[in-house]
């Protein structure tokens, strides 16, 4: 689309500091597989950090400040986070772009995510940037309805998508993740990024 773009492998140099920073929001707040409205446990375990977190279950979907799972705020974004997604947001076009959220999703093999929009952020005139660590997968982005046909986007380890603006509110998943070959992951030695794909999804939701 006009305001969206993949940057191929952008997050690879700032890789070591991006799993760090994964590691310390994990010892905090673990991955959960959270409940869909309808009653659905959702395949793709997830958590959150920032001043906001995305959450899910017989009540809606919402933003909240803390962690339904401990009842404390969700960690702090990790620095790193921050810089990062500042930086792919003006490689793609948007400046002054500072997330207060951070959805941080995990697939395994055979792990899906359904088309969806975001729309739960109040301010839709920010991008979402949403980097890729680890198992490949395939994206599919879709029209403003649901019912358009999406095309299919392969994104790799280090891929970063970014996508605002008339673009904002296009439809948009995950197909199910395959299974992949070992050797895939020699590069990538840190246990977080084995056998799996680690999804980090920075938005400005307050």
């Known amino acids: 689309g006009p ?3 993949v940057l191929r492998g952008a997050a690879l140099a700032g ?11 994990l010892a905090r707040a673990p991955f959960r597989q959270m409940v869909t409205p309808g009653g659905q446990t959702m395949s793709v375990a997830l958590t959150n950090c920032g001043a906001l977190g995305w959450t899910s279950d017989r009540r809606g979907y919402r933003y909240t400040p803390l962690d339904p799972l401990s009842g404390e705020p969700w960690p702090a974004m990790p ?21 207060d959220a951070c959805l941080i999703n995990r697939y395994l093999p055979g792990t899906r995510l359904s088309l969806h929009q975001d729309r739960n952020e109040r301010d839709l005139g920010a991008p979402i940037v949403s980097a890729s660590l680890g198992a490949p997968a ?8 649901r019912s358009d046909r999406p095309e299919k986007v392969l994104l790799e380890h280090g891929d970063v998508a970014v996508w605002g603006g008339v673009d904002r509110l296009r439809f948009h998943g995950v197909m199910p993740l395959k299974e992949a070959p070992d050797h895939l992951f020699q590069s990538m030695p840190h246990p977080l990024l084995q056998g799996q794909r680690v999804n980090l999804t920075l938005r400005k939701a307050g």
């Open 79 to 99: 620095p790193a986070f921050l810089q990062h997604a500042g930086a792919w947001a003006r490689q793609a076009g948007f400046d002054g772009f500072q997330p």
């Open 15 to 25: 890789m070591p500091e991006l799993i760090a920073g994964l590691a310390e929001v």
């Open 138 to 145: 395939v994206f599919l982005f879709g029209g403003p309805a």
């Open 3 to 5: 305001q969206a773009c």
